[in-house]
């Protein structure tokens, strides 16, 4: 059976606070019920996107963004505002923005959208080559984590 939630983390590693949705992932884990929640994590190409949250209910898309906010500090959207997210000067770290619309217009296309898809967005400030997260981002895949545990338990419910 497929579980109600999917959790997918996009990100890269290998550049810094872009590994950010690993960790949020790591820290989740412990936190939710695997009959209830998948957690899955991605480069984020458009067709792996949609395969992975095939018969899930309701998806949550994490990323690393880049806005000029305080860094560690996370956003969430729903996927429809995804374009608007640009406008606003927020860009997810790894430069995924355009796989992320992408999938959810193909899976719009295909009707495969899932009912609900929202994006978490933590604040990167280093996304240069290497691993590890800055210390701030660390924190704040740590509080990004909690809530998105509370906001899953909520999905759950209804």
């Known amino acids: ?17 872009d590994g950010a949705a690993a ?30 949250w095939e018969g ?21 959207v729903s996927a429809e505002r ?7 000067g927020v860009r ?9 619309s992408d ?3 193909l899976a719009r296309v295909l009707d495969c959208l899932p009912q609900t898809i929202r994006v978490l967005g933590i604040e990167g400030v280093d996304f240069a080559d290497g691993v590890g997260l800055s210390r701030e981002v660390d924190s704040g ?3 990004a984590a909690v809530h998105l545990a509370a906001e899953i338990e909520i999905d759950l419910s209804h």
């Open 23 to 52: 960790s949020v992932l790591a820290r989740l884990g412990p936190l939710v019920d695997p009959a209830q929640v998948r957690l899955v994590e991605l480069d984020g190409e458009p067709v792996r996107l949609i395969q992975s």
């Open 56 to 76: 899930s209910r309701s998806v949550w898309l994490i990323d690393a963004v880049r806005s000029g906010r305080r860094a560690g500090s996370f956003h969430e």
């Open 1 to 17: 059976m497929i579980p109600p939630v999917t959790v997918i983390g996009i990100g890269n590693p290998y550049r810094r606070d």
């Open 103 to 105: 999938a959810v217009e």
């Open 92 to 100: 997810l770290g790894g430069g995924h923005m355009m796989g992320l």
């Open 141 to 143: 895949c740590a509080a």
């Open 82 to 88: 995804l374009e608007e997210m640009d406008d606003h």
